[in-house]
């Protein structure tokens, strides 16, 4: 069937409509006899042949001018055909006309018509004035005109066939049937409604409101500021231009905003939005959606659902719920909310801030200086290029690029894994067991517990870890590292590095730098191992240590502990201190100072010019090579001079003394001491008070004296009027013999006791010998006035 409108018609024109299949409109508003003539190919017209529908003296009549039938009729007439349809034209007034059960085609006029369609396939237009236009039950097509109408659309007889309503230029009001409908708005601001079926709904030029039906259906509101609203079915919401409210239905949609500044409710459903061009602000519901922010700069609330959301290259604001959400900031300068659920965010090129909730979320930051707190999960973080601020308060992973990042792992609640890059980056971490790799740049961690494995890279970092067994790795540079309380163990490079650690029994190797390393106490039976590696390094201690400058001008300081350390200085000239407890100390190669402290302390001086003091306690010393000066202190010590010209004296106690092969000065100290010269050509010391004259066995004795080696009581050398010899049975006799020969000139008597020899010293020149010194195994003979100092 083929609809037709026109002014009027000519009998030739007429040929070739077919009467049955054919509608024919006419729509000048008010009609003549004249003006509608109508013919048709040959037909059967049941009787009556005329028909009058009104009082008014309207008719139509049926002629059959030339072998043809004809129609002519006036305005506001109607014609019925034998096939019961109805061609009906309006008037100017308001018209009520009811179609048949055919195909009819009535129209409306100027007034405010109500046309009703009957049952048929019928054609309705209201033309002007504010109509009422109702399809009736079958296929129908509905104009609504240029005015204000009001469109129901009927059932329709056929499930595959559309019913059509358009609402033309006024703001029209148009429900959908039962059936499927395409409905359209027209220039107005239009309220459209579809019903049970699948329909298509268009809004066109104004500012319409569409709601959709239980059916799929496809709603777009084109031109102008549109109200759309979703039904119980799976639609299409499409709002064009202008600024749009689009609210979803409980089925799984599609929406697209279009351009403009646009409001819009996802529903429950799993969606499927693209916000387009504006700045747009979107809500969704528990279902699984799929977002596109577009362009704009949009608020998007994701709802609860395991969403996927894809920014644009505007400033967008992203909330999601609980579900398990994959977000996508894009370009622009994002702020990204994401919930408890199991989150992948990507937050793009700009200056992003992000945050998670409980879930194991994988988040990357991108481009941009990004803003990222993550929640209480097991998180896995991207901070991307950019001077990034990241917050944990989980446990998790996070790596950053070559800007300056701040991570703050303070509030963390589990074991955290971070390699911060390049730049010159700030870390805090808590109590948990983390893995801090600070990379390259001048970087700062404080951790405040729990046993974690730090490398610092190349920078000069400022590393301070709490209490727990830490493995540092300071990396190259100037390091400051502070390591707390547990087994810590501590490595740096070629910088000057400063390292101090707690309490615990640590391990520090410091490496190539001047470094500067201070180590706390140990737990019992612990001990800190200590390596200043290459450089002049200072290394002090207050537990047990075994402590090694390596090469370089080393200070080693044991001083603060009572524990037996071990402290060697390796090459370069040294300075070492023992504590109180019994030390050995080494000093190498290299012109050391040493002090053992108090303690039986083992010193060994190596190669070089040493300067060594026992300090209090029964130590033992060894020169080494060079010419070294050694005092015992108190206590009983035993002191080896090795091979050069030392000075070696043992201070208060019973001292062993071996002066080695150079020229050494030997001076026992007070106490009964045994000294042995060396090789050398020796000098023997005897100071007030140091030997006495008590007997054999508290004298001071010298076990290889040789003729070549010299005594000196203090006084002006010995000659023939102050020196003397004697012959005794005992000791007592020969302090006897040695007074009786001091008679205030003579003032050295070196008296022969069997195979011995005792050197007596008047030291006031008042005839009593007040020092004294055994040669042990020497008669008269190996001795002289000469070898008197």
Do not use: C, H
């Not at 529903?267 to 504006?278: E, I």
């Not at 990204?336 to 090129?349: F, K, L, V």
Request: charged fraction near 15%; avoid cysteine.
């Amino acid at each position: 069937m083929a609809t037709f409108f026109f002014d009027d018609i000519t009998p030739a024109q007429a040929l070739a409509f077919n009467a049955t299949n054919d509608v024919l409109v006419f729509t000048k508003p008010t009609l003549t006899a004249a003006q509608i003539s109508v013919s048709f190919v040959p037909f059967t017209v049941n009787s009556p042949d005329l028909i009058i529908l009104n009082g008014d003296g309207r008719s139509i009549t049926f002629s059959d001018p030339g072998g043809f039938r004809a129609i002519s009729t006036t305005g506001g007439s109607a014609a019925i055909f034998p096939d019961s349809s109805l061609l009906y034209a309006g008037t100017t007034g308001d018209d009520n006309v009811t179609g048949t059960a055919g195909a009819d085609g009535l129209y409306g006029g100027l007034g405010n018509d109500t046309l009703n369609g009957g049952a048929g396939d019928d054609l309705l237009q209201g033309n002007q004035g504010d109509d009422v236009l109702n399809g009736g039950d079958g296929d129908d097509v509905i104009y609504g005109g240029r005015d204000n109408d009001t469109i129901n659309v009927g059932a329709g007889s056929n499930p595959g066939v559309l019913q059509f309503a358009q609402g033309n230029l006024g703001d029209d009001s148009i429900t959908g049937g039962s059936g499927s409908d395409l409905l359209l708005g027209g220039q107005g601001n239009d309220t459209i409604v579809g019903s049970g079926g699948n329909d298509y709904m268009l809004g066109n030029l104004g500012d319409d409101t569409i709601v959709g039906g239980a059916g799929n259906d496809t709603i777009g509101g084109q031109e102008g500021n549109d109200n759309l609203t979703g039904g119980g079915g799976a639609d299409s919401l499409d709002g064009g231009a202008g600024a749009d409210t689009i609210v979803a239905g409980s089925g799984a949609d599609i929406i697209d905003a279009g351009d403009g500044n646009d409001t819009v409710n996802a529903g429950d459903g799993a969606n499927t939005v693209n916000l387009g061009a504006g700045n747009d602000s979107l809500v969704a519901g528990s279902g699984a959606d799929l977002i596109d922010t577009g362009s704009g700069t949009n608020v998007v609330d994701a709802g609860g659902g395991a969403n996927t959301v894809t920014g644009g290259v505007g400033n967008d604001s992203i909330t999601a719920g609980a579900g398990s959400d994959n977000i996508s900031g894009g370009g622009g300068d994002d702020t990204i909310a994401a919930g408890a659920g199991d989150n992948t965010i990507s937050g793009g090129a700009g200056a992003d801030t992000i945050s998670t909730g409980a879930g194991s979320d994988s988040i990357s930051g991108g481009d941009g200086d990004d803003t990222i707190n993550s929640g209480s999960g097991a998180d896995t973080i991207d901070g991307g290029a950019g001077a990034n601020r990241i917050t944990l308060t989980g446990s998790g992973s996070v790596t950053t690029g070559a800007g300056a990042d701040s991570i703050d792992g303070s509030a963390a609640g589990g074991n955290l894994t971070i390699s911060a890059g390049a730049g010159s980056d700030t870390v805090a971490s808590a109590a948990g067991n983390d893995s801090i790799n600070l990379g390259d740049g001048d970087d700062t961690l404080v951790d405040t517990g729990g046993s974690n494995t730090v490398s610092g890279g190349a920078g000069a970092d400022n590393i301070t870890t709490g209490a727990g067994a830490d493995s540092i790795d300071g990396g190259e540079g100037a390091n400051i590292i502070n390591a707390g309380a547990g087994a810590n163990t501590v490595v740096t490079g070629s910088g000057t590095d400063s390292i101090t650690t707690g309490n615990g029994n640590d391990s520090v190797s410091a490496g190539g730098g001047n470094d500067t390393i201070n180590t706390g106490g140990t737990t019992a039976g612990g001990v800190d191992i200590i390596n200043g590696g290459a450089g002049d390094d200072v290394i002090s201690f207050t537990g047990r240590a075994a402590a090694s400058g390596g090469d370089g001008a080393d200070s080693i300081d044991g001083s603060g502990s009572a524990d037996d350390n071990i402290i060697d200085g390796g090459s370069g000239a040294d300075t070492l201190v023992g504590g109180t407890g019994g030390d050995s100390i080494t000093g190498a190669a290299g012109d050391d100072t040493i002090d053992g402290g108090d303690g039986a302390d083992s010193i060994d001086g190596g190669e070089g010019l040493n300067t060594i003091a026992g300090g209090d306690g029964a130590d033992t010393i060894v020169a080494g090579s060079g010419a070294d000066t050694i005092d015992g202190g108190n206590g009983a010590d035993s002191i080896s001079g090795g091979g050069g010209a030392n000075s070696l004296s043992g201070g208060a106690g019973t001292d062993t003394i071996v002066g080695g092969s150079g020229n050494d000065t030997i001076e026992g100290g007070t106490g009964r001491d045994v000294m042995s010269g060396g090789s050398g050509t020796d000098v023997f010391v005897i100071g007030a008070g140091d030997s006495g004259v008590g007997g054999l066995a508290t004298i001071d004795a010298i076990n290889d004296w040789t003729s070549a080696d010299r005594i000196e009581f203090g006084d002006a050398a010995g000659s023939g009027t102050n020196y003397a010899e004697a012959t005794a049975a005992d000791f007592a006799a020969a302090v006897t013999a040695a007074e009786a020969l001091m008679d205030g000139t003579v003032i050295y008597v070196a008296v022969a006791i069997g195979s011995d020899v005792v050197v007596f010293y008047d030291d006031g020149g008042n005839g009593t010998a007040d020092e004294s010194v055994l040669l042990v195994g020497k008669t008269l003979a190996d001795i002289g006035e000469t070898n008197i100092l």
